[in-house]
């Protein structure tokens, strides 16, 4: 049998430790050739990682070896052109979080995917743990009935990344809720089966970034903090369901992080991380659903999906459409908070 031809654009942790080992332990797969920034940076990750060949010119890369799945593992700001052009040279791409910089970026992504019949999927990797899994069922059931508030939270204490482009809002495009926020928003959104949004309220705080330069996550420059280091959002749902959300980089909370979401419905409440269902029966509190530990092989799973469907096998992913849906949040939370006013979609 033919192997799939895979090639990893960017070079750097994400695409050494979750990309590169996934597709390499798949043997339909073969990583022919990864693309970098400097000649000396891709050609260390390739020579590490056993990968054949290494260029600095994508257009180059896809002349000479014609991969069939490419993975986009780029700073933020660079997704839109790397994607695009993995795009229209007929490939499946992976990218991961978040799709783009903008909601007109995502949408001509998803048109271009949709034009050229190509797999596009993003690697919001929390949705594809099994109490994700588990609650939508019970959501389609209809275990917690009518889920009017959602409380969605990715929280950090003092966790500024001390390495990369976060703190840069160019490459980046902004802070915490780009970076954390974007994935507890698509596993609360598929839970609920992605509603339609109608109205966003959002408030932005840059207190702490600008005054310290040390945390959990390493060193940063303050002077270079761009980016907000919390927000926080009210997202109206179809229905007047309302969704709450909290996210930072640094705020000073007790816990030294949380990444969770909560719901709440007229027949029970659940949480998510892990999976917890409960109610009350005539004032008796009861536990319908209660899981120890939350599952934690996330980034494999999201993988094994994207690669089952490049495969042709069932697989569910999370696909181009509902990219384009988070962006348009993203876009809407940050114009929101800018400028002191609601936004709608």
């Known amino acids: 049998m033919k192997k799939k031809r895979v090639a990893i654009i960017g070079a750097g942790q994400v695409a050494e430790k979750v990309h590169v080992p996934n597709y390499q332990a798949n043997e339909e797969l073969e990583i022919v050739a990864a693309v970098g920034p400097t000649l000396e940076r891709v050609k260390s990750f390739a020579e590490r990682n056993s990968i054949p060949r290494f260029y600095t010119d994508a257009a180059e890369m896809y002349a000479v070896e014609k991969p069939d799945i490419v993975s986009v593992c780029t700073p933020n700001r660079f997704h839109f052109e790397n994607v695009m052009q993995a795009l229209e040279a007929g490939c499946d791409v992976m990218c991961e979080k978040p799709p783009a910089i903008s909601a007109d970026e995502a949408k001509l992504m998803q048109e271009t995917a949709e034009k050229n019949n190509c797999l596009l999927a993003y690697n919001f990797h929390h949705r594809f743990a099994e109490d994700v899994s588990i609650l939508r069922e019970k959501v389609k059931e209809g275990v917690l009935g009518d889920i009017y508030v959602t409380k969605v939270q990715a929280l950090r204490r003092c966790g500024i990344p001390g390495w990369g482009s976060f703190t840069n809002k160019a490459i980046q495009g902004g802070g915490p809720l780009i970076d954390l926020g974007v994935h507890m928003l ?78 709440c419905g007229d027949q029970a409440g659940a949480t998510l991380f892990p999976a917890h269902i409960y109610t009350d029966e005539s004032g008796e509190l009861v536990t319908l659903l209660s899981r120890e530990e939350a599952d934690q092989d996330r980034h494999q799973k999201s993988m094994a999906a994207f690669i089952d469907k490049c495969l042709g096998k069932k697989a569910l992913v999370a696909d181009a459409r509902q990219g384009y849906i988070i962006q348009q949040l993203i876009e809407a939370l940050y114009q929101s908070a800018e400028k002191g006013e609601s936004v709608s979609l």
């Open 186 to 263: 698509d596993a609360a959104l598929y839970v609920l089966g992605y509603p339609k949004i109608e109205k966003v309220t959002a408030k932005m705080f840059q207190k702490i970034g600008t005054k310290k330069s040390h945390g959990t996550l390493g060193e940063w420059d303050p002077a270079k903090f761009e980016v907000e280091d919390s927000l926080f959002g009210f997202i109206e749902l179809e229905g007047g369901r309302l969704l709450q959300l909290e996210t930072s980089f640094a705020l000073n909370i007790k816990e030294t992080s949380i990444m969770n979401v909560e719901f």
